[in-house]
Structures are given as C-alpha cells and as structure tokens.
C-alpha cells in the first residue's frame, strides 16, 4: 500500500511539474525612457518615476546635454540601444522633438509628449508655435555669450513652473540646464509619430508652449489627448496624471 501510495505521489509530481513548465513565461512589461526638456535636466522626472515602478515598469531618465538637436537625439539612441524589450519613448517641452527623431528606433514603440513640441519631417521644433502669440515664459530668456538660453528664477516661478511651491520653482531655477539656442532651428528628418501610437499631454496653463500650439500637435499626430490644469511642467505639478497617461501607454504595447 506504502508502495502504491509513493507511486501515485510521484506520478503527480511529474504531471505537475510538467503542467507548470508548459505554461508560458510572463510577457516582459515596457520599459519607460523619459527625456527632459530644455532648461531641465533628468530630475523633472523625480515625481513620476517611483510611480512608474511601482506599476513594476522599468524606467531610465536620460540626461541630454541640451547642445544640439543630433546630440539630444545621439545621447537618447544610447540608453535605447541599452535598453532590452519594448520601449515607451517619454518626451517634455523640447524632449518632444527629441523623442520625435530618436523614436525611429526599431526598440521604441509608443510615444508620449508632455507638454511638448511634436515636429514633422522637414519642420523645427517651435516652428508650429510661431503661427500663434509668443509664449510669456521666452519673453527675456538670459543668452551667454556662446548662444546658450536660460531663464531668471523669476520666470521660473512665474511662466514655467508657476503651479508649484516656491521651495520647489527655486530648485528647478538652480538645477536647469542651459540650451544651445540654435538647437530649436534643427529640422526632423522623420517624424516617429506618424509610425507609431502617441499620447499628448496638453498644458492649459503653459506659459512656455501656448496650449493651442500644443493642440494642434495632438491634432495632427492623432494622439490620444489629455489636458490637465497645469503649468509647463505637469510631471511635477501633477506627477501621478501623468504618470497613469504613460502607463496607458505602456499597456497598450503587445
């Protein structure tokens, strides 16, 4: 009986064990790449990220050096050769017309702009902006001596970030990096938006991009659009808003 009993205990065993190898390995979620914007640097993510892990997506912040379009774009293909899996390509303010140049990439395949410019081939980054009033927040940008843009902490607290604490609008003042201006006149050569799904974060309150501008990107990539009630920088105003558009992006990735 002893005998019969460890039999069928074994027999068991074995079929479970087959059942269990049979079944299919869980499908790797996406990974999130997100790339600031100018008078930024990787930390305007800080919010968003741990929101985006404890979804249990894996999330890179790319740090640009704001020189030149090529070089955001050369800079961004690095971290998504690294990369493994499918990518969700991330994009604020000028991250967006990054993103829309180093989307290309066969590993990327989704798109989500924040606030952001979102160019066609052959167009510059704010070159959809120039057919609506300028934006208060580029009104008295400071420019060195070698072409680079900054903005006061004054403008900061008032046009680009005016939605958060003045603790906060200080350390986006001091952390900011400076952008090559000659940068927002680089052409795309090819828009991976028209390949690809897109979402679009409008700003209503952006005082940086006008938010008709940013609408009319939307418009035109087809994107599924969100609007909130925020400065140019919703991913630190309202992180958690954007961090749910993001992750329905990353859901939608097969």
Do not use: C
Request: net charge negative; hydrophobic share 45%.
């Amino acid at each position: 009986m002893n005998r019969m009993l460890l039999s069928a205990f074994l027999a068991l065993a074995v079929v479970a064990t087959s059942a269990h190898s049979a079944e299919p390995e869980a499908k790797p979620k996406a990974t999130v790449v997100l790339v600031h914007g100018a008078f930024a640097d990787g930390s305007s993510w800080n919010k968003v990220i741990p929101l985006l892990q404890a979804r249990g997506l894996h999330v890179v912040s790319v740090q640009n050096p704001l020189s030149s379009l090529a070089d955001d774009v050369a800079q961004t293909k690095r971290v998504l050769d690294a990369e493994t899996g499918p990518i969700v390509l991330v994009g604020h303010s000028w991250g967006g017309a990054v993103i829309t140049e180093a989307g290309n990439h066969d590993k990327v395949k989704a798109l989500v702009y924040v606030a952001a410019f979102a160019p066609e081939a052959g167009e510059a980054g704010g070159d959809v902006g120039k057919n609506y009033p300028p934006p208060p927040g580029l009104a008295h940008p400071i420019a060195s001596a070698d072409g680079y843009l900054t903005l006061s902490a004054e403008t900061v607290a008032k046009d680009f970030a005016q939605d958060v604490g003045p603790e906060e609008a200080n350390l986006i003042a001091v952390t900011q990096g400076p952008i090559n201006s000659k940068a927002f006149d680089s052409k795309i050569s090819k828009a991976a938006w028209a390949t690809r799904p897109s979402w679009y974060i409008v700003a209503k309150n952006d005082r940086m991009i006008q938010p008709d501008a940013e609408r009319a990107y939307a418009k035109r990539m087809k994107a599924t659009t969100t609007e909130l009630d925020s400065s140019h920088v919703p991913m630190v105003s309202q992180p958690q808003a954007v961090a749910d558009v993001i992750v329905a992006a990353a859901n939608s990735v097969k």
